[in-house]
């Protein structure tokens, strides 16, 4: 090849580099075409931003719980006998005075028998007793009966009296034991599984006993918080503020609101927490016993308060920063006071005024007068963020 043609074939392959340049920098790696801001460009960063919102925000204190029925019962016998049937489906709603199961009666039947018995003989020893006393009085009186008589007659009306009523309890005693043999329910509440079968000796040492029962609507959960926070809640109850809610075990599905019943009286010194009790109608039994939950408890409202999503808040040497969009759009560094943090929002105490612009990704690369290019949501990806810079995957 002549040295003119190797001047024009180096010049033709430095001509096409310089599209296959030009070509990569205009199309992606997907193939889809880049129309890049002109901030790139120009040396404006790509960020997202949020406006700081000012509205009221709850004060809310969280903490895990468990779910706890306010009242359960083991319902034993308090006889002994033979269970001649069992009166209830298991699982299924029982109201106060039900009757859950029943005991063979014949022995306590005539237990009763027998007092009433004994209570109509000594009634009758009672009555013979004091028309005898009415008898002697008056002879007494005229003195035709000694005073010895007399005595004996009002000792065998206070004996027969004494007897009588000695019967009475007796008889009592056995009406009770008698009305044992029908079993009902304390109070209303949803039975569990059945733990005995008709035709078996029960007696009152059984611990099984015959099933559990358990109250489910209303219920109870009982939570944790730090000892510090109790001052709060003392005030938030005396203000009448307070609500509780309660969430699922990974704090997504709320599953009921209730009320503060009560704090506990002492402090656990081993956790540096306190107990706390709080009741829920259950209506749709979202609460079962057992269950672990986290509680959100409301004790204050904050007022005209200022917010910024969550990611809009940097930690560095002196705390708490954010990244706040100028006048060009260009940052500046502010340090803020942030509280409390909930749902991607943190409430921001001191440090930004409402209305501002903060940037909610792309800060790694910022640097207070760096200048930025604002994207909108639905372009979000163009924002380098710090995860994949700090692999080595972004300048």
């Known amino acids: 090849m002549t040295p003119k043609a190797l001047m024009i074939t180096s010049a033709c392959l430095a001509i096409a580099a310089a599209i296959g340049a030009g070509a990569y920098l205009v199309h992606l790696r997907d193939g889809r075409t880049d129309h890049a801001p002109a901030a790139a460009l120009s040396g404006a960063v790509p960020v997202t931003a949020a406006k700081v919102r000012q509205h009221d925000v709850p004060i809310v204190l969280e903490g895990l719980g468990t779910v706890t029925p306010i009242n359960t019962a083991t319902i034993r016998t308090q006889v002994q006998g033979t269970l001649d049937s069992v009166d209830f489906v298991e699982g299924k709603q029982m109201k106060r005075g039900d009757v859950l199961a029943k005991i063979d009666p014949r022995v306590y039947e005539a237990q009763v028998d027998q007092a009433e018995a004994a209570l109509a003989r000594d009634e009758a020893g009672l009555k013979n007793a004091r028309t005898n006393l009415s008898r002697t009085q008056p002879l007494a009186d005229r003195g035709f009966a000694t005073q010895q008589l007399l005595d004996t007659q009002n000792s065998l009306v206070s004996q027969g009296e004494g007897t009588v009523a000695l019967d009475k309890a007796a008889l009592e005693a056995a009406q009770t034991q008698l009305s044992f043999t029908t079993i009902t329910a304390p109070f209303d509440g949803v039975t569990g599984i059945r733990r005995i079968d008709p035709g ?122 954010a990244y706040v969009v100028g006048p060009n759009n260009v940052v500046s560094v502010r340090n803020v006071t942030a509280g409390q943090s909930r749902e991607g929002q943190v409430l921001i105490e001191q440090g930004l005024a409402a209305d501002e612009t903060v940037v909610t990704a792309g800060q790694y690369r910022l640097n207070p007068g760096t200048t930025v290019d604002i994207v909108p949501d639905n372009a979000k990806d163009l924002v380098q963020n710090a995860t994949t810079a700090s692999a080595g995957m972004l300048p």
Do not use: C, E
Not at 245 to 272: E, F, P, R, W
């Open 200 to 321: 078996n000796i029960v007696q009152p040492s059984d611990l099984n006993g015959l099933v559990v029962l358990t109250q489910l609507q209303p219920i109870a959960v009982i939570f944790t918080l730090p000892s510090a926070d109790i001052p709060r809640v003392q005030q938030a109850l005396v203000s009448g503020i307070v609500s509780v809610d309660v969430y699922d075990a990974k704090d997504q599905q709320k599953l009921d609101h209730g009320s503060l019943m009560l704090i506990d009286n002492q402090v656990d010194s081993s956790t540096g927490t306190v107990r706390l009790k709080a009741s829920f109608p259950n209506a749709g039994r979202m609460l079962w016993p057992g269950n672990f939950v986290n509680v959100h408890l409301t004790v204050a409202v904050s007022h005209n308060a200022l917010t910024v999503p969550l990611t809009a808040v940097l930690q560095g040497p002196s705390g708490a920063f």
